[in-house]
């Protein structure tokens, strides 16, 4: 063992020592919203697959015929030889579906976030250092996309669009370009931005809007598009790796602002094209969307009648409106317990502790999909009001 091993495993053990040690569990996701991670299938509660997309022969099938017709992989990054020919077609439908001039498509959400930041916050290009104003709950992406520009961050109160606007008018004597960055639906929270109230802030003070929509895109808003559509000076990236059923992301943005990234993220620059398959999955799902609007309703259906079960048994599920939807406990050993106990009642839905959340808000992160059925989420709501009167 080297001593660099030593160090590697001292943190573990301190890490084990708080309770806060995760581990790699292997499952075997049936194909049928059920999960088994070795003690038998279980309800899978916890996924971010909303639509069930990620089991749909359609998308299957594109994927299979896409490797079939352009092999395996991509075999460089896009701009050596890898922009194969769906990039176009698949571009065109997500700027068509954002009301955007372009679109670019990336690996992942958080490859995304981390490598965009930088290009869009370069003090050199912009002409000044930037103020930079997120919101207090943005993903880790966000917080290390941030981290790799360099970029100090004014953290806004969440969704607290009053001290947005306090803190850019504070800022407005500084002749410097301001940037705002949040979510449209939160992932931890399942609350919802005010996009039309960000989008005129950003107008007001002349700020560039960076809007994350990882958790809205396939579930909510025009067509499923996300809950922005038609933004000017911002940039809007989605996810293909929750409602569209895939992997991937996109950024939705201006002709000129997609033009500089080809030339100026090393997200896009360097990182080799995805492969072909993925890019059938995502074309499918792109197709998909419009006419699934039943699949959105029933989604939002089950998360607010489990909302409104829980709400009457006094428990707390924050400021959710969508398909995520908190049970906020407190202490991360009460979270840790609720999630075993509902394990065992053939319920997957896992504890989300600090520091993916704030300490004092350990949860379980329930999240819905259109594959569930009334009876299950009924079944799940009796034993989240029993289990939580006991632990
Ligand atoms: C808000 C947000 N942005 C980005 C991501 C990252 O997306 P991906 O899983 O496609 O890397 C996530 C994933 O959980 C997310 O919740």
Not at 57 to 81: K, M, T
Not at 123 to 129: D, M, N, Q, T
Request: hydrophobic residues 45%.
């Amino acid at each position: 063992m080297s001593d660099f091993d030593e160090a590697w495993r001292r943190c573990l053990e301190g890490l084990e020592q708080t309770g806060r040690r995760r581990r790699l569990r292997d499952v075997d996701r049936l194909g049928d919203g059920r999960v088994d991670g070795g003690a038998g299938p279980v309800l899978d509660f916890s996924s971010n697959d909303y639509l069930g997309l990620s089991h749909h022969p359609v998308l299957i099938e594109r994927a299979c015929a896409y490797a079939r017709r352009w092999g395996a992989g991509a075999g460089s990054s896009r701009l050596v030889s890898g922009n194969l020919l769906p990039f176009g077609a698949i571009e065109a439908k997500i700027a068509r579906g954002k009301g955007a001039e372009a679109a670019l498509v990336f690996v992942s959400g958080v490859q995304a976030n981390v490598t965009l930041l930088p290009a869009l916050l370069d003090a050199r290009v912009l002409g000044g250092e930037p103020l930079v104003y997120a919101d207090r709950l943005n993903h880790a992406s966000l917080i290390q996309g941030c981290a790799a520009a360099g970029a100090r961050q004014i953290r806004f109160r969440h969704n607290d669009m009053g001290h947005l606007e306090e803190l850019l008018a504070r800022d407005e004597v500084l002749a410097r370009p301001r940037v705002i960055i949040t979510e449209s639906v939160f992932s931890m929270d399942g609350d919802c931005a005010d996009v039309a109230a960000l989008a005129a802030l950003a107008e007001k003070y002349g700020a560039f809007l960076y809007l994350d929509e990882a958790h809205a895109t396939g579930v909510m808003g025009r067509d499923g598009f996300g809950l922005a559509h038609g933004l000017r000076n911002a940039l809007v990236m989605g996810t293909f790796s929750k409602g569209l059923g895939g992997f991937g992301a996109y950024a939705a943005c201006s002709g000129v602002l997609r033009e500089y990234l080809v030339n100026r993220c090393g997200g896009v620059i360097y990182a080799t094209a995805l492969p072909p398959a993925v890019l059938g999955a995502m074309e499918a799902a792109l197709d998909m969307i419009p006419e699934l609007g039943a699949a959105r309703e029933r989604v939002a259906e089950h998360a607010a009648r489990f909302r409104a079960a829980l709400a009457a048994a006094g428990l707390d599920t924050g400021a959710s409106t969508t398909q995520i939807v908190p049970l906020i406990l407190g202490a991360e050993e009460r979270a840790l317990d609720m999630a075993r106990a509902l394990e065992a009642e053939g319920f997957l839905a896992v504890a989300i502790r600090p520091p993916t959340v704030p300490a004092g808000t350990s949860r379980i992160r329930f999240t819905f999909s259109a594959g569930h059925t009334k009876a299950q989420v009924a079944a799940l709501s009796e034993a989240v009001v029993r289990l939580a009167k006991t632990l």
